[in-house]
């Protein structure tokens, strides 16, 4: 009789185990849905990206250009209001060991840019009434919404129940106090990935706004001989996605009592099959955290004077015209 309890008790334990399992994949897109439907609060997003590449395959003078973007990191962080068209982007950037930053101010419909290395303010207004750029294009986003949506809903449609773990409670310290959240793994394999990138390839080909944004400011920036087509660059990654495998790739999430995610984290490795490949090892890792969610903001927007106010006329005349010339400068 005992025997056959505890058997009673372990299949119990198993089909609980397999239906939180089952709800867990459930659970996760419920909060990735409402996450990108938040309409006004803060986040934080860190990344690194270190590149290893193939010396035996290069010149000197290339490896030295190379070891400018070797290895990165940048934070982004973010206050924003949808609602009443308000938002301050503080970004900073760092190229092998060397970094800037640079803000994004949007009141209503006044947007102002804290330039890089001049500490400047620049006013879009004023590049949108200049000769060589056609107002409408600022009305444009670089990526549709419709692109971001249709890439947010193939993520969630490659997964399967058994790629989804709900695991422990964990009692998350933020800017609002200390929260409980819940902990969802996904764990990819390599053939998902692939799969994954290549979707995300496909939609994004067809996004026009993109394509039209890379024709208008890619395009003119390079000499003829240096052009490369949207077409070509869309091609050129779908190629490449078959050198690299990818491995160790781990996503966690954080969600709230409330079903936010509050806490994400990706990190992975990709390594070139082919050894002749110039790109030998890519290490990726993005942090992103969400707070005062949905709650009223308060932004302080700096105060843009005659002297700290860049005149666009003479904006591409110090600005450098690469990485390279920036590094350079610092």
Known sequence: ???????????????????????????????????????????????????????EVLTEEEIKSLNYIENMKGTFNAIYDEEEKKSIFKNYMNFGGLGFDFNIYENGDDVIIKLPIVGKYVNVNQIKNSTTIEHEDFEKEIISNETKEEIMKT???????????????IIL???????????????????????????????????????????????????????????????????NIDIYNVEGFNYTALVDIDGYIVSENMNFELKAIDPDFVLEKIDYNLDIKNWNINKSQYFDFPVVTEENMYNIDDLDENMPNNVEDFLKNN
């Not at 993520?155 to 058994?162: H, K, P, S, V």
């Not at 067809?206 to 024709?215: I, P, R, V, Y």
């Open 155 to 169: 993520w969630i449609g490659l997964m399967n129940e058994e790629d989804v773990f709900k695991g422990k409670d």
């Open 173 to 239: 310290t933020t800017p609002d106090g200390e929260v409980k959240t819940t902990e969802y793994t996904i764990n990819l394999t390599n053939e998902q990935i692939k799969m994954l990138a290549t979707k995300c390839v496909e939609i994004i080909s067809k996004d026009n706004s993109l394509k039209q944004t890379f024709e208008k400011y890619i395009k003119m920036n390079l000499e003829d001989q240096d052009y490369i087509s949207f077409e070509e660059i869309v091609n050129n990654i779908k190629d």
């Open 1 to 55: 009789m005992k025997r056959i309890v505890i058997l009673i008790f372990a299949v119990i334990i198993v089909l609980g185990l397999v239906s939180c399992n089952t709800n867990s994949l459930e659970e996760y897109k419920n909060a990735a849905k409402k996450t990108d439907e938040i309409k006004k609060g803060q986040a934080l997003a860190e990344f690194s990206l270190n590149m290893k590449f193939n010396s």
